[in-house]
């Protein structure tokens, strides 16, 4: 085709690595730049490296175009073939936990929240990626180091964050009565209430959704002042905070559309896009896909970060996506090349502009991107590794709170109560049992 | 003939000066074994083995990626007092009973249906069969846009005939989320019924309904007294298959709710999946695993002493 020698790897790699190339504009200059890098990098692939990639299936299609050419300038200048497998969020987790039982098959995996803290010894240490890429790009954000490092080593490298922030229609919310969104917990209260008056109601997940529904739910639990542990990682979840959180809930929940203690990760956006569904908390893919497909509400809407708590700061639990590599890979230098040529500036920056917003970085140079000021709603999303926490809030990252979070300890203790199956008490004691089964 | 005469006093004289092992490797008793060596060795490798590992493992703390340490009972002991354990122990058994009583009533009466003659006999027969031959996953995501909270087309028609003003909450209620499982797992079983049911029908000889006929027989009695005796181990086979396959159900509860709304529909392998691979317990998920064990056994049990008692088997008559 061109001055590449088509061998035999090439002529494998099959047709999704020549569409990407078809797509891309700069392909030459990119693969330019990658050898450039691929001669100073400090990490120099095995010879005949072969990796398999496995990452979460996109939910914005320019943002996978964007990673396929990274992929691709990255194989082309080192001689790595790279296989990327995709899954959908639900199925990343089972999928590299039977890697990394089995000690085969992966040796790259690009996940969600806190997946090396599931099998942290099955984790390649990437303090050197760290520490180069802090270096290079302005340094990690708190949040970054909280979910790359376990006791004092990275296990994973927190590639990005999508936030879980509010998306509302602004119309709706100016009727409810609010022309600017509330930044206190009274004021959004009385903004769903006032919404579900008018019939344009809001509605946020409350069934097994990994992402939507423990994002808003740990804010709520934060915002009052709760907490599933505390520092030293001693379960305190049965407090009177935690029921505070549990009526504010309540009573937002009765002003939610009917419905969302079944909702998955894709329900909130498909009823928001089909106009029944006017504020919800997501990532920025509804309005990424709703400026595509239906103008009218992407006009109408905006995005806002979920008020402060009683104490006057937001903390929120955003989804990041670590990636990590397996120990038993058997080309752990490729896995670190890869991973420290995807977060270089040439490479990150158009990426994440292809992601319209859907990734929000942990390396605080990214933070001056053009993308989250050329249109000011995008802007929220910038700040999200700002106010992210890790599932273990103000404890230790582990293993127990990666547990925790996967058994949806806490989205069932505010499902238990909100639905009216269990009170404040029992919700709070069964939660606690779960919590301490797992943290004993 | 001639080597089994000469062979069998020679191994008697020389029984004191062979070793054990060249006895053995002789013995026509023991030849039997030699055979069954390798059937032996696959089910062990690929049945004993892996549900024997399962059952340890419940009595460690292995977690994914590592290794567990022998911690006895404590697994268990956690499970004991686990409501939500128990809740799925509850919504198993109710979706087992429930499905399975539901798909043998229907899948009885579409066999007999089935058997009549009729135009197009063979076609309607294989219709009946598509559930059964649909993808699980895939009916599973047709029934979960089916149940939708928002997008239910029941819910849509329901309201374009303004029978109701609002949508239905399908999954997001307990009682109706058990319900809407329990009828696709129905949907989705009794073809299998039906047509296991209906081959066994073809076997009853139609002579026994022609003198029964003759003798002035009404309908109700000849399926009561030809029908259902000859049906029985059919019946029995069927429906020991049928609640294995419901109690052990996973992939429909997995793509339909995930065990929500609040666990009202978690069944014990998928709260055992969700313990185990998702948040990585393989210890605890392997112990709700393995505590499915005693009810299928129970299961089994029932429908395999039910079967011996029925006489005809040994060859006598059905009286």
């Not at chain 2, 006895?23 to 089910?43: E, H, S």
């Not at chain 2, 009549?116 to 599973?140: D, E, G, N, Q």
């Not at chain 2, 419901?246 to 065990?259: E, K, P």
Request: charge should be neutral; include cysteine; charged fraction near 15%.
């Amino acid at each position: 085709m061109n001055s590449f020698t088509p061998d035999r790897r090439s002529l494998l790699k099959g047709g999704g690595t020549l569409l990407a190339a078809a797509a891309t504009m700069s392909s030459e200059q990119l693969l330019g730049l990658a050898k450039a890098w691929a001669q100073a990098a400090p990490w120099k692939p095995e010879p005949g490296a072969k990796i398999n990639l496995l990452r979460w299936k996109r939910f914005v299609e320019a943002e996978d175009v964007a990673f396929m050419k990274i992929v691709d300038a990255f194989q082309k200048a080192t001689g790595v073939a790279i296989n990327v497998s995709n899954e959908s969020y639900d199925d990343i987790q089972p999928k590299a936990s039977v890697a990394a039982n089995t000690g085969q098959g992966l040796d790259l995996v690009w996940g969600l929240y806190s997946l090396p803290f599931l099998f942290p010894s099955k984790c390649v240490d990437m303090t050197d990626v760290a520490d180069y890429l802090g270096k290079k790009c302005g340094g990690w954000a708190p949040s970054g180091e909280a979910y790359g490092k376990a006791d004092g080593k990275w296990i994973g490298i927190p590639v990005a964050a999508t936030g879980s922030l509010v998306n509302y229609r602004v119309a709706a919310a100016e009727k409810a009565g609010h022309k600017e969104f509330p930044k206190d917990l009274g004021g959004f209260a009385d903004l769903i209430k006032g919404m579900n008056k008018n019939g344009t109601p809001a509605g946020m997940a409350l069934g097994h959704a990994s992402g939507d529904a423990n994002g808003w739910l740990h804010w709520a639990l934060w915002a009052h002042g709760g907490n599933l542990i505390d520092k030293s990682n001693k379960v305190v979840i049965n407090s009177p905070e935690t029921a505070k959180a549990l009526d504010y809930v309540k009573g937002l929940y009765d002003n939610f559309i009917p419905g969302t203690a079944s909702w998955n990760d894709s329900s909130n956006n498909k009823a928001f896009l089909a106009g029944q569904l006017y504020l919800t908390v997501n990532g920025i893919s509804i309005y990424v896909t709703a400026r595509k497909e239906n103008p009218q509400i992407a006009e109408d809407m905006n995005h806002a970060h979920l008020p402060a708590g009683v104490d006057g700061k937001t903390r929120e639990l955003n989804l990041s996506f670590p990636i990590l590599v397996f120990t038993f890979t058997k080309y752990p230098q490729a896995c670190k090349a890869f991973t420290a040529f995807l977060l270089e500036p040439e490479q990150y920056n158009p990426w994440i502009e292809a992601a319209q917003g859907y990734l929000s970085p942990f390396l605080n140079d990214y933070t001056k991107n053009p993308i989250w000021t050329a249109d000011p709603k995008n802007t929220p999303y910038r700040e999200v590794a700002t106010l992210a926490n890790t599932p273990a809030g103000v404890g230790q990252m582990g293993e127990n709170a990666a547990a925790a979070i996967a058994d949806f300890v806490l989205v069932d203790m505010f499902a238990n109560y909100c639905t009216g199956r269990e009170d404040v008490k029992t919700a709070m004691a069964s939660a606690e049992r779960s919590a301490k089964r797992i943290f004993r | 003939m001639s080597t089994l005469q000469t062979s069998m006093p020679a191994q008697a004289a020389a029984v004191d000066t062979r070793s054990l092992w060249s006895r053995l490797r002789t013995n026509r008793n023991w030849v039997a074994l030699w055979f069954m060596l390798p059937a032996a060795a696959f089910l062990i490798l690929f049945l004993a083995y892996p549900l024997g590992l399962g059952v340890w493992m419940s009595f460690t703390d292995e977690r994914i990626g590592r290794g567990g340490v022998f911690i006895g009972l404590e697994n268990y002991e956690w499970l004991w007092d686990d409501a939500i354990f128990w809740l799925s122990v509850f919504n198993t058994l109710l979706y087992t009973i429930v499905a399975s009583a539901i798909k043998f009533a229907i899948g009885l009466y579409l066999a007999l249906l089935l058997n009549r003659h009729m135009p197009f006999k063979a076609m309607i027969r294989s219709i009946v069969l598509i559930p059964f031959i649909v993808p699980t996953v895939l009916s599973a995501i047709a029934f979960w846009w089916i149940y939708d909270s928002q997008f239910s087309i029941i819910s849509w028609s329901l309201i374009k005939l303004g029978l109701i003003d609002h949508n239905i909450n399908f999954l997001g209620d307990s009682n109706l989320a058990r319900g809407s499982v329990i009828f696709a797992n129905i949907w989705r079983g009794v073809p299998f019924v039906a047509i296991t049911l209906l081959a066994g029908l073809q076997t009853v000889s139609p002579s026994l309904y022609e003198a029964a006929v003759l003798d002035g027989a009404t309908n109700w009695q000849r399926f009561r007294y030809i029908t259902y005796p000859l049906l029985t181990p059919i019946i029995a086979v069927v429906m020991t298959f049928s609640v294995l396959f419901t109690f052990t159900d996973f992939q429909l509860i997995w793509a339909l709710t995930r065990g929500g709304p609040v666990n009202a529909t978690h069944l014990m392998a998928t709260l055992s999946y969700q313990r185990g691979i998702i948040s990585g317990r393989l210890g605890e998920g392997a112990a709700i695993a393995t505590a499915m064990i005693p009810f299928l056994m129970a299961a089994i049990a029932i429908s395999w002493f039910g079967m011996q008692r029925r006489k005809w088997q040994q060859g006598s008559n059905n009286d």
